[in-house]
């Protein structure tokens, strides 16, 4: 199974939007709602901030929001913040013997 | 607070064993499956193994299935990641993390890196 796909890096300026993608197929993304999204600060954990697509765990800002269109997920933050700036990678369920893929991560520059 | 450390990494040569343990703190560590995911230096994450609240149900990715073991210990809020006959293609940084929904792993420790080289 292979990776799912996400531009290597994107960029914004403070109260801006920026959109990342996470491409992948009809037996991942585009079959199945369960999507998720992750943040990584350098050395800190991964933390979720999108899982079945859309829902955002308590404590997750709205500036964080996720949505898909057939093989393609999508994560939007809107009114970027210095401290968005961080590592961006997405999962799907990849059905019951695969279980999740995930995507190589995009670096979100602020700038 | 809530939080998960992984700790047992370290450098091992081709073909040994390490054990990786990871403490629960904050949460009911047996309400959660748990999961264990690596990632690659300049690779994107991988699943490699995980465990329903009970330890009843395991599953493993292909690429481990056979060398290593998931196992927890609810009363001392404990997952392990037992890892035998290691490979060059198995190092990396070694996360646990809380499974909420498919797919989704809500709270992730900092990880543990295993290195295995000669």
């Known amino acids: 199974q292979s990776a799912l796909t996400q531009p290597p890096s994107a960029s914004g300026s403070p109260g801006q939007s920026v959109t990342i993608s996470c491409t992948g197929t009809s037996s991942d993304v585009g079959g199945h709602n369960y999507v998720a999204w992750y943040q990584k600060h350098p050395g800190k954990a991964p933390k979720l901030l999108i899982y079945?697509?859309?829902k955002r765990p308590s404590g997750v800002p709205d500036r964080f929001s996720g949505s898909k269109s057939g093989n393609t997920a999508s994560l939007t933050v809107s009114g970027l913040q210095a401290e968005d700036e961080a590592d961006y990678f997405c999962?799907?369920?990849?059905?019951?013997?695969?279980?999740?893929?995930f995507g190589g991560g995009t670096k979100l520059t602020v700038l | 607070e809530v939080q998960l450390v992984e700790f047992g990494g370290g450098l091992v040569q081709p073909g040994g064993s390490l054990r990786l343990s990871c403490a629960a703190s904050?949460?009911?560590?047996?309400?959660?499956?748990m999961i264990w995911v690596r990632q690659a230096p300049g690779k994107g994450p991988e699943w490699v193994a995980y465990?329903?609240?009970?330890?009843?149900?395991?599953h493993y990715v292909d690429s481990v299935r056979g060398r290593f073991t998931i196992s927890r210990d609810n009363p001392r809020y404990s997952l392990s990641l037992q890892m035998n006959n290691l490979r060059a293609e198995d190092t990396a940084l070694y996360f646990c993390?809380?499974?909420?929904?498919?797919?989704?792993?809500?709270?992730w420790g900092q990880g543990t890196m295993v290195t295995v080289s000669s």
């Open positions: 999962n799907s369920y990849a059905g019951t013997n695969n279980y999740v893929i």
């Open positions: 904050g949460f009911t560590f047996s309400n959660y499956w």
């Open positions: 465990i329903r609240q009970d330890g009843s149900e395991t």
């Open positions: 079945e697509v859309t």
């Open positions: 993390a809380t499974v909420i929904a498919v797919g989704a792993f809500h709270i």
